[in-house]
């Protein structure tokens, strides 16, 4: 692919992940990161912090409007493919490779989804690009200042998503394993660049151990051991081929292979994500792996698919565009159109049926108490005037005050699959039957009566 043509496609493709994100309401998950950054700190108790104040930074310029809110992340689509092209430019020693690797990267639904959408995988994505690009550059010029580069991105890595430790060990095995990457543990750079990371992560770590480290021990108590099973690991690879489209996928994993041997310069590619697929995999013996889990691998594999398209069949290469390119838009097509199916996974997760619940609720109540992060999240974002208490969470709202002492009637509101009335009912009195608000009929309310806690929650 030449590189007009690249730039033509994926100028089109980011012009249309800025229109979506113009048009979709926000998940329940950015809605809650949107509250992060209405309340920045150097860490929460889900992820590190670099989600809230990209969304800050949007929102200032943008408002608090879906556009604000993921505006970071359409821009850094740009600097994302750049990174991908560069990195392979400097591997694969092919212009025509280069270009195309950019192109499966932004043709892939889960750049689509997770460049568009304001998670910490957004700017996990971004910052594992620009690692490894600073690092293919210092082999490919051994020029150790690339090093410092990389200590920048790494930093900036881990305060994005933890999954950066994945790359980090990765980047560690190749340098010993590789011979031509093994001499730079013999040069200050590698190690200039570690403590350049540690130095941007260090805010971070001070405010986990001010906290007893509660967002290492909510990730890391994810590993663990189970029966074995095969269900994870048959959803594990179909959510994969779906989010990376079947023929990228295909050519990224003939790419993979090809890249094993050592000393050749794709190895760099291989070793950081043959050390974090195996962690999935082991993870899905025994439990769920979700599908954006691997999302800061893609431009890797993007490199590595294109690195195949001269090892495999011409059909196989001939198809992968095109077909990418029609799931993408068929993907867009139903998020935007809201083109109608019997069980549609995009109304779920854009919460379309909400904004009509809550102002059903906000019609009949101006104290609400919730049990999730979603509903509550959801809830300060359509309705910010209502008193929402959130009840058995408090980790999660650090810089929320106690609620106190409730008095007179309020609403429990829940969407019914999430209802926790178990909760609610050693707290206070429940004086009615469900009531449906919306709609839907996917969310009820239940009226309470002079809650017991002197502390019932914390108030958002």
Known sequence: MNKQAALLIITVLIALRAVAGAVLPLSADEAYYLLWSQHLQPGYYDHPPAIAFLIRAGTMIFGETPLGVRAAGILLSVP????????????????????????????????????????????????????????????????????????????????????????????????????????WLKTIWPWAGGALALLLFAPHLLWQAQHDWMTFAFQFGRV???????????????????????????????????????????????????????????????????????????????????????????????????????????VYAQVIFGMPLKNDPSARLLARDFPDAAQALAASTATVVTSDYQTTALLRHYQPKLTVIQINDPQRYLWARDSGRLRGQVVYFAEKRRARLDLVEGRAQLISSPMDFGASGNYAGYLLHAPKDSLFGKIL
Do not use: C
């Not at 020693?93 to 989804?113: H, Q």
């Not at 082991?282 to 090892?311: C, E, M, S, T």
């Open 80 to 183: 994302a493919s750049w990174f991908v092209w560069s990195t392979a430019s400097a591997i694969l020693k092919d212009a025509r490779k280069a270009a195309l690797a950019a192109v499966f990267f932004n043709l892939t639904l889960m750049t689509a989804v997770e460049m568009m959408a304001a998670t910490p995988d957004m700017p996990s994505i971004v910052t594992a690009a620009a690692f490894i690009w600073a690092i293919a550059w210092a082999q490919a010029t051994q020029d150790g200042r690339w090093w410092l580069a990389a200590g920048v991105a790494a930093g900036l890595s881990l305060l994005s998503k933890y999954s950066a430790l994945f790359l980090g060990l990765g980047v560690l095995v190749w340098l010993l394993a590789d011979a031509r990457a093994r001499i």
């Open 224 to 330: 663990g051991g189970g029966n074995p099973t095969a269900r994870y690991l048959i959803e594990f690879f179909g959510a994969q081929l779906g989010l990376a489209t079947p023929f990228i996928l295909v050519l990224g994993l003939i790419g993979f292979w090809a890249a094993r041997r050592r000393g050749d310069d794709r190895f760099l590619l291989f070793v950081p994500l043959a050390v974090s697929l195996l962690y999935f995999l082991q993870h899905a013996l025994h439990d769920r792996v979700q599908g954006n889990w691997p999302g800061f691998l893609y431009p890797l594999l993007a490199i590595l698919a294109a690195d195949a398209i001269d090892k495999t069949r011409r059909w196989l290469v001939l198809a992968a565009t095109p077909v990418a390119a029609l799931l993408l838009l068929a």
